[in-house]
């Protein structure tokens, strides 16, 4: 008689947190394209599909953690904070900043004010 081998049914590997990740990222069906897509077009409809459809939406915690590696590499990338502290300083002072330094280090001159601004 002829034997059937009998394979085991296969067992599906649980997905890691980058794999579940990238997925979402790149799925755009229901992933976060499709989530910011919807929460710039009706957030309300978003917010309610999490609560009843919780597969459709990409989950707030994830949301909120790409929305936050975007802006954070974006001000980071774009933004001179250096020149942007300086203009405050100069603004506030009234004053260029040398000028500011100068009165400091008459005032306090033990002080590295330099590194301190």
Same mark, same amino acid.
């Given at each position: 008689?002829?034997?059937?081998?009998?394979?085991? +049914?296969?067992?599906?590997?649980?997905?890691?947190?980058?794999? *579940?990740?990238?997925? @979402?990222?790149?799925?755009? &069906? %229901? $992933?976060? +394209?499709?989530?910011?897509?919807?929460?710039?077009?009706?957030? *309300?409809?978003?917010? @309610?599909?999490?609560?009843? &459809? %919780? $597969?459709?939406?990409?989950?707030?915690?994830?949301?909120?953690?790409?929305?936050?590696?975007?802006?954070?590499?974006?001000?980071?990338?774009?933004?001179?904070?250096?020149?942007?502290?300086?203009?405050?300083?100069?603004?506030?002072?009234?004053?260029?900043?040398?000028?500011?330094?100068?009165?400091?280090?008459?005032?306090?001159?033990?002080?590295?004010?330099?590194?301190?601004?």
């Amino acid at each position: 008689m002829d034997e059937e081998k009998s394979t085991p +049914p296969q067992q599906k590997q649980p997905k890691g947190f980058l794999e *579940e990740l990238m997925e @979402d990222v790149f799925n755009l &069906d %229901r $992933g976060l +394209p499709g989530t910011i897509w919807g929460m710039l077009k009706k957030p *309300e409809e978003v917010i @309610d599909a999490y609560f009843t &459809d %919780r $597969g459709k939406y990409v989950t707030p915690l994830r949301y909120c953690i790409f929305i936050l590696a975007v802006t954070t590499f974006i001000s980071v990338r774009f933004i001179d904070y250096d020149a942007m502290m300086t203009n405050a300083m100069e603004m506030g002072a009234g004053e260029s900043l040398e000028d500011l330094l100068a009165q400091l280090n008459q005032m306090i001159p033990s002080f590295d004010w330099e590194a301190y601004f």
